[in-house]
């Protein structure tokens, strides 16, 4: 599949599907605050399986002064449908970069073009 536009938040990405149905979701225009974070194109946020109807790999959450920390997303999906929502339970962490909790996490990507 070629690559397609997606917004996210204040952020716009490529979501690239591959061969093994792959997916990728990379950071085309990341937000200001992400850049502060590190943050720039072409940046995966999520590396991910579908199988046509399901998605489920691991998200990145970045913070300049903790790095980078995965965690766990899936979600029911249809790329033809133009938008794809992700879940899960996202590491929140204090000031000395130790995961304190875990909240529910949802994104939303909706196809630009």
Known sequence: MA???????????????GYGQNIEIAFEEP???LIN???ARETILVAAQGDGKKISGTSR???RDC???EYDVSSLYDIAQGVIYLGGKMP?????????KYQDAIMMFSAVQ
Do not use: P
Not at 3 to 16: A, E, L, P, R, V
Not at 92 to 100: L, M, T
């Open 67 to 69: 790095g980078v920390i």
């Open 3 to 17: 690559q397609q536009i997606w917004k996210g938040g204040d952020s716009t990405f490529q979501i690239n599907q």
């Open 61 to 63: 959450l970045f913070r």
């Open 92 to 100: 929140v962490r204090n000031k000395q970069c130790q995961i304190e």
């Open 31 to 33: 937000r200001v605050g």
């Open 37 to 39: 974070e590190g943050v």
